[in-house]
């Protein structure tokens, strides 16, 4: 294979395997084939083209002409003439394809479908940016700035996942660029002739230089070997820095905190991706839960609360975190006056579904679950530690289903001062409609509770708003005003709206955001969707603690205390369960024998059969797995740096206590030219190397006097009958060295340090050791075989 087709293969291959961190990104990914293949007819024009040979840009328009006419084969060729030649009807379509990709990108969540217009942005995308590099690394042999295209189509991977596409995705495309570096250097090192080889290697035979030239050996490889040490150590640090990452529901809502019992979990904002989820095609499973419920329709899942309204957008605060205590302490406002339910539910997420925080009913007063988990008081909500994320994790809640009837409400005295001031806060920014507007809506309330329900029932029911999921996002004071103004939104308008026209009225009030309860299934359990994803407001009521209230038409549940007909029930007492209701799922087998191990998954077993059926506890990879992905990024790291190691440890050898004498001093000299470009030359006498040496390497003053007095030593050693001691020796090596480093350019000190071509003397030992122990083995083996066949004869 030729240099050019070689190089033609690594930069079809570097663009596909930098482009392989978009596939997560659209489900399913078969739009990687169509790219590959109309990359192939590009590469392929690009070969032609350039062995006619064309001019450079003829060859780019080549190509280009090519990519044009196979994307309108695949996406346009209704539009076109004969299927093929494109027209204006043709460029028309295709803006209107990637007009509605660029929709669909911000439409649909992580995985995205595989729409006709996310399709031509992607196999566009990657066709044109693997055009741009086979320009620079081929037609103009530059493969050092190709990859900056490939950096940017990784780059964009990584932007549209949020930050998070995997080391793995980085690693593959990292490695195609050291692969197209490879592949240039290469066909470019095997043009350059004996003047840029290495040198002939020293003490073999045939040592001696040849006038005309000889093998070209491939010096070193800066490089590959400064790429390698790169990717090594941007595999690394991550592993040292906090990670940050974003999607409340399908992403890392990251909380910070570390090990031991303080911390602080940082905020987040859950719009985007509340809303994405909303409106994915397809409702994918992220959990299935059974529960003692008698009632599941307000069996709310909840993940966090958003407690700071700042006029741009609602948020969770930053507060400390601890260990999750064995039983949550008692919620906060509640009174054991109000009936309480005790309810116990059992959980198992799905593998796909994969975030820092805990979906639970509020409030749980004990949660049983293996991992790296902390607790946050203020908002009873638990968040992953250290990368702990809720994928596969089977755990059991303990949870009060708090019942407080409409009298308890509206008789409910002041919030605590502390708390009042807290959750009532509103930005100086507010519109002055927005308060207006509640006390237009609340009027002739005669407490905060009829307050609290017309609000409620303005927003689900007497304000003629609309739910809608494509209206345009929003959370700040605008939004709100913008909002009332067009009645149009979904639940995250609906809750923030409710919860700052609450507090503009002096009423404590926050956003929760989690699941709705899910769909029961034929088995009894309840699976949960990702369409299932709601916002819901939070009003704090002294006796009844936080208090759910469902603004959003037709999402959700209404509360049985804000409608008319409440129940007037009695206390229970604190936790008490239902007489009538079993503390194991309703539905779960009565026979061991009869749960399979796919019911053991889901969680159809019941609590115990479901904790310990589980095979992973969701806390993350194990030690092994751990220590042995460490050990192959330190590999990674450390091979790189092996010249380095060794020159390091050779020159200590020969230049510290005990060393070689003259002879060593001069071999290290040698080597140190090498190292900065001079080859050594073993057919001259040591006079003429130290000139050969202070000529090529440009060697001045004290410098180029100190090669002279080794080689002088050296001729000593070599020829008079009782030479005479030279001391420090060494010294003279380190001026020879000083000399070097100051004639050099950056680049040069560079390759010397990181990959010195004197290494290559360590491949030659090597080398010569193989073969002396080839050489052993086979005489061992002749030796064997001999006295075998001598064996019978001696018998007879």
């Avoid at 909380?255 to 985007?272: D, Q, R």
């Avoid at 779960?588 to 998954?601: I, N």
């Avoid at 002396?772 to 004869?793: G, K």
Wanted: hydrophobic fraction near 40%; include cysteine.
């Amino acid at each position: 294979m030729s240099g050019r087709a070689r190089l033609t293969l690594a930069s079809w291959a570097a663009t596909l395997m930098a482009a392989g961190a978009l596939l997560p990104l659209v489900k399913p990914a078969t739009w990687i084939f169509t790219a590959a293949f109309v990359l192939a007819l590009v590469s392929g024009v690009g070969t032609l083209a350039r062995r006619v040979p064309l001019a450079r840009p003829l060859t780019l328009l080549a190509q280009t002409v090519t990519a044009v006419l196979a994307l309108t084969v695949f996406f346009a060729r209704e539009q076109a003439f004969l299927w093929l030649v494109p027209g204006p009807e043709v460029f028309t379509h295709a803006a209107e394809l990637f007009q509605a990709g660029a929709e669909d990108v911000g439409r649909y969540a992580i995985p995205a479908p595989d729409t006709e217009g996310i399709r031509l942005m992607l196999v566009g995308g990657v066709v044109a940016i693997g055009l741009l590099v086979d320009t620079l690394a081929v037609t103009f042999r530059k493969a050092a700035p190709a990859g900056l295209p490939l950096l940017a189509l990784y780059s964009v991977a990584a932007g549209l996942s949020g930050g998070g596409a995997g080391w793995l995705w980085f690693l593959l495309a990292a490695t195609g660029y050291l692969l197209l570096l490879l592949a240039e250097g290469r066909d470019r090192l095997s043009q350059w002739g004996r003047v840029f080889g290495g040198a002939q290697r020293s003490g073999r035979p045939g040592s001696s230089v040849a006038a005309g030239g000889g093998p070209a050996f491939a010096p070193a490889r800066t490089g590959r070997r400064i790429g390698a040490v790169a990717m090594g150590v941007a595999l690394v640090v991550p592993f040292a820095l906090p990670g940050f990452s974003g999607g409340l529901f399908g992403g890392n809502g990251e909380g910070s905190g570390g090990a031991g019992k303080g911390g602080t979990i940082a905020a987040v904002n859950p719009l985007v991706s509340l809303q994405d989820n909303l409106r994915q095609p397809e409702d994918r499973e992220v959990l299935r839960y059974r529960t003692n419920a008698r009632d599941t329709s307000g069996m709310y899942l909840r993940l966090v609360a958003l407690d700071q309204f700042d006029g741009t957008s609602w948020k969770s605060s930053v507060r400390p975190i601890e260990d999750v205590p064995k039983q949550l302490p008692w919620p906060d406002g509640l009174s054991q006056s109000v009936r309480i339910t005790e309810v116990t539910s059992n959980f198992v997420a799905s593998d796909a579904y994969e975030q820092k925080w805990l979906p639970m009913p509020y409030p749980a007063g004990r949660v049983d679950i293996e991992g790296r988990w902390r607790y946050e008081p203020a908002g009873r909500m638990l968040v992953g530690d250290d990368k702990q994320t809720t994928k596969g994790a089977r755990y059991q809640v303990s949870s009060l289903d708090v019942q407080p009837t409409a009298a308890q409400l509206a008789g409910s005295g002041p919030a605590p001062e502390k708390l009042r001031r807290e959750y009532t806060k509103v930005p100086t920014t507010l519109p002055a409609d927005v308060r207006a507007t509640a006390l237009d809506v609340t009027k002739g309330a005669r407490n905060d509770y009829e307050r609290a329900v017309k609000l409620q029932d303005w927003f689900a029911r007497d304000g003629g708003f609309r739910y809608d999921v494509d209206v345009e996002s929003g959370t700040g004071v605008q939004a709100i005003s913008r909002f009332l103004k067009d009645k149009e939104g979904f639940c995250v308008h609906f809750s923030f709206s409710m919860a700052a026209m609450a507090r503009s009225l002096g009423i404590p009030a926050r956003v929760a955001v989690g699941f709705m309860p899910g769909t029961t299934q034929t088995d009894g359990s309840l699976s949960v969707g990702i369409r299932d994803a709601h916002a819901w407001p939070e009003l704090y009521f002294e006796g009844a603690g936080w208090t759910r209230f469902e603004p959003t038409p037709s999402r959700g549940s209404t509360p049985s205390y804000t409608q008319a007909n409440t129940p007037s029930g009695t206390a229970t007492g604190p936790a008490q369960p239902q007489q009538s209701a079993s503390a194991q799922p309703s539905a779960a087998p009565s026979a061991p024998e009869s749960c399979t191990p796919q019911m053991k998954k889901l969680g159809d077993c019941g609590p115990d059969a479901a904790v310990a059926g589980a095979s992973s506890d969701g806390s993350g990879p194990d030690l092994r797995t751990v220590l042995l992905v460490s050990l192959a990024v330190l590999l990674l790291v450390a091979l790189p740096l092996l010249p380095l190691f060794w020159r390091t440890r050779v020159r200590s050898r020969r230049l510290g206590p005990g060393g070689g004498g003259a002879l060593a001093v001069w071999e290290e000299i040698n080597d140190t030219a090498w190292d900065h470009g001079v080859e050594p030359d073993d057919s001259l006498t040591p006079r003429k190397s130290a000139a050969r040496i202070v000529r090529l390497g440009e060697l001045r003053g004290e410098s180029a006097d100190a090669v002279h007095r080794v080689a002088r030593a050296v001729e000593e050693v070599l020829y008079a009958p009782r030479p005479r001691p030279v001391a420090d020796l060494a010294s003279e090596a380190g001026r020879v060295r000083v000399g070097f480093h100051a004639g050099a350019d950056r680049i040069t000190r560079l390759r010397a340090l990181l990959a010195p071509r004197s290494a290559t003397r360590l491949r030659w030992a090597w080398s010569t050791r193989w073969s002396s122990w080839t050489t052993r083995r086979h005489a061992l083996t002749a030796r064997a075989t001999a006295a075998l066949r001598r064996a019978p004869h001696e018998t007879g």
